[in-house]
């Protein structure tokens, strides 16, 4: 499928439809205006707590008709089927992409877009980069990025077909499982770990992604400096415990998952980040009630996050949130 950009008029038009969602699964006949009708307008920092709220839920509704057969279906063919929230995950594709090629960052603050699950695409003034980007079209980005960096292996969080081609390509993908021939140059993710690429300098460190031996430092934490501003993304992580620290100072920002049975309200406390914005909801592999992180799981997670830090919000795919 090739990209498409959509002027931002368009885009608005048919993200303001998120109103009308309903209970429907089927896209809007419209959609070949560039518009689509789950994207929300407004971009996450500057929305007001009933907007968050009346978004989460209305797109709890449009994700839960999607079955995790539906999903792989997808990830296979890619026919969307009908379903507002699998043709939401193309549309934000193209729109990151598009809005990725286009920016021009000038200060220390890069610019960050959510993709899907708790992957993200990262600019700054030098470089291109991704974290867990699991898409079906992910490839096409690989072109395009300076390097990539890989949380840990779990089939939501990374896809052997977008690591080929960075590899390929002889480009960096940084991980704790992945021989990548770039990552030579920095070692692998696989302890803690200091290095540079282009104007983005990376502390790798180790996390739990779960309490039962197999998730014992399963994961890899990026803190990430790019000039003044510190960027912490943490994957799949659990419990709070000493492993999960900083090292350079208040995260401006932290790309959190508020599951994996983690204590957010002291996992906020010991990192003090700056601002907070979840990920890695709605993972449509994943079955309501079992995995899948969604409405419940905001609500019983963002009043324990606020009670550490004013600033937290909830990215959906396809927005900018930096």
Not at 63 to 88: E, I, S
Not at 140 to 166: E, I, K, S
Not at 246 to 268: C, H, I, N, T
Not at 304 to 320: H, L
Request: aromatic fraction near 10%; proline fraction near 3%; include cysteine.
């Amino acid at each position: 499928m090739a990209v498409r950009c959509i002027s931002r008029r368009d885009f608005l038009k048919g993200a303001a439809a998120v109103a009308t969602l309903g209970g429907s699964r089927f896209v809007a006949a419209s959609s070949t205006d560039g518009s689509n009708p789950v994207l929300p307008s407004s971009a996450p920092f500057s929305r007001s707590v009933e907007r968050r709220n009346e978004l989460v839920e209305k797109w709890n509704d449009a994700t839960g008709l999607v079955a995790p057969k539906d999903y792989f279906a997808y990830m296979r063919d890619g026919d969307t089927r009908g379903f507002k929230a699998l043709a939401a995950l193309e549309h934000a594709f193209d729109k990151v992409m598009c809005e990725a090629g286009e920016t021009v960052v000038t200060g220390d603050a890069p610019a960050v877009w959510s993709v899907y699950n708790m992957g993200y695409i990262v600019k700054t003034r030098q470089s291109l980069f991704s974290i867990d980007l699991n898409h079906r079209r992910g490839t096409a980005f690989a072109p395009l990025l300076d390097f990539a960096l890989v949380t840990h292996n779990h089939g939501d969080h990374w896809r052997d077909d977008f690591y080929r081609a960075m590899d390929s390509a002889g480009k960096t993908v940084v991980s704790n499982f992945l021989g990548n021939k770039g990552a030579s140059v920095c070692g692998l993710a696989s302890a803690e770990n200091v290095f540079k690429i282009k104007d983005v300098e990376i502390r790798t460190f180790r996390v739990d992604h779960a309490k039962e031996a197999w998730g014992i430092n399963y994961t890899t934490g990026f803190e990430m400096k790019i000039g003044s501003f510190r960027l912490l993304h943490t994957g799949d992580c659990s419990p709070s415990n000493d492993k999960l620290c900083v090292k350079w100072g208040r995260p401006d920002l932290w790309l959190l998952f508020p599951m994996s049975a983690l204590d957010v309200a002291d996992a906020v406390r010991r990192i003090n980040p700056k601002r907070v914005v979840f990920g890695h909801l709605w993972e449509l592999g994943h079955v309501v009630g079992h995995g899948r992180a969604c409405k419940w799981h905001i609500d019983r997670a963002m009043p324990m996050a606020k009670s550490q830090c004013e600033d937290v919000s909830v990215a959906f795919w396809g927005e900018r949130i930096v």
